[in-house]
């Protein structure tokens, strides 16, 4: 093995995994820095690191952690579910009468977090 290309420590791969793949389903759903910013529990200034790539999620920092897999796996529900991100982004911002909100407010706390992905959920168990 080259001494140049030393194998990545599993929680720092792990962490530019989440830290990757958090920023693509955020853009991917056009939800802006500050939304992800207040999904996470980060401030502005980190939000804005995490997007140009000079930040990395930790699973250390356990709620941050946590909010960017349930980010995530809104993210693949929601491509499960519709497949097209236009329809995602037009699900998120359409009135639900289930969930009582636009589910994109609904990321700005944990509980509505949970209760989109709850709701995502119970609608991919019925496929």
Known sequence: MNANLQPLPAALSEAAVLSKAA?????????TQ??????????????SRL?????????????E?????LLVRLFRSLD??????DTARTWLASDNLALAAR????????EGMVR?????DAARGRL
């Open 23 to 31: 920023v693509r389903a955020a853009r991917l759903l056009d939800l």
């Open 80 to 85: 499960a579910l519709w497949g097209h991100e």
């Open 116 to 120: 989109v992905v709850a709701y995502l």
């Open 34 to 47: 500050r939304d992800v910013s207040a999904a996470l529990g980060v401030s502005e200034a980190t939000a």
């Open 65 to 69: 952690w946590e909010l960017a897999r």
């Open 103 to 110: 589910p994109r407010d609904l990321l700005r706390s944990v």
């Open 51 to 63: 997007f140009a790539g000079k930040y990395l999620l930790s699973p250390d920092r356990a709620k």
